[in-house]
């Protein structure tokens, strides 16, 4: 069974860091590219950012180029996402989602962790 | 960048009612075209993808239509259990997400 379990969100001021980790489970992770996927507080979904299987390929929104970074260790059967000058925006679940293989759709979802940015 | 739009944004349906959802895209995303079901404080679930290709484990009642621009979920009869909000996301280039369709119970 697929498992993706995300960690690292909480309380951070405008202007902070933050790194999300996704510890994934049941597949064979470094085979499947892997997303962040955000949801502000009664809003819709937003993709972010994805990473090929073997991290040599990134994507991003343009609304986080520059300031967020997505990376993988396949040896840890983790994916991150290192969020920079964090502003009040921001603040959302942030979901990491597997690619089904082919890609082209999120076929897994973790159940996200909430990201708040205030001060 | 590729928009997507769905309508209606929100509807009220009964217990086996059959139900439409459309989605269309700013441009021509071939069958790139995922459908989505998320309900409230929960991650969504993959339905459809590639237009018109039921996700295993997704009941037939489920069903995807379309390509280029236009596309549609239609939901058979619709169960307790359906009570959701649909998105559609197009794969063409990148991903994006449509604003979302809210169903809930007349």
């Known amino acids: 069974e697929v498992q993706l379990l995300e960690s690292g969100g909480g309380l951070v001021q405008p202007g902070g860091s933050l790194r999300l980790s996704c510890a994934a489970s049941g597949f064979t992770f470094s085979s499947y590219a892997m997303d962040w996927v955000r949801q502000a507080p009664g809003k819709g979904l937003e993709w972010l950012s994805g990473?090929?299987?073997?991290?040599?390929?990134?994507v991003n929104a343009d609304s986080v180029k520059g300031r967020f970074t997505i990376s993988r260790d396949n040896s840890r059967n983790t994916l991150y996402l290192q969020m920079n000058t964090l502003r009040a925006e921001d603040t959302a679940v942030y979901y990491c989602?597997?690619?089904?293989?082919?890609?082209?759709?999120?076929?897994?979802w973790g159940q996200g962790t909430l990201v708040t940015v205030s001060s | 960048d590729i928009q997507m739009t769905q309508s209606p944004s929100s509807l009220s349906a009964s217990v086996g009612d059959r139900v439409t959802i459309t989605c269309r895209a700013s441009q021509s995303i071939s069958s790139y075209l995922n459908w989505y079901q998320q309900k409230p404080g929960k991650a969504p679930k993959l339905l459809i993808y590639?237009?018109?290709s039921l996700q295993s484990g997704v009941p037939s009642r489920f069903s995807g239509s379309g390509s280029g621009t236009d596309f549609t979920l239609t939901i058979s009869s619709l169960q307790p259990e359906d009570f959701a909000t649909y998105y559609c996301q197009q794969s063409w280039l990148l991903f994006t997400f449509g604003p979302g369709t809210k169903v809930d119970i007349k």
């Open positions: 990473i090929s299987g073997s991290g040599g390929s990134i």
């Open positions: 590639a237009a018109s």
């Open positions: 989602a597997k690619e089904r293989g082919g890609g082209n759709s999120f076929s897994d």
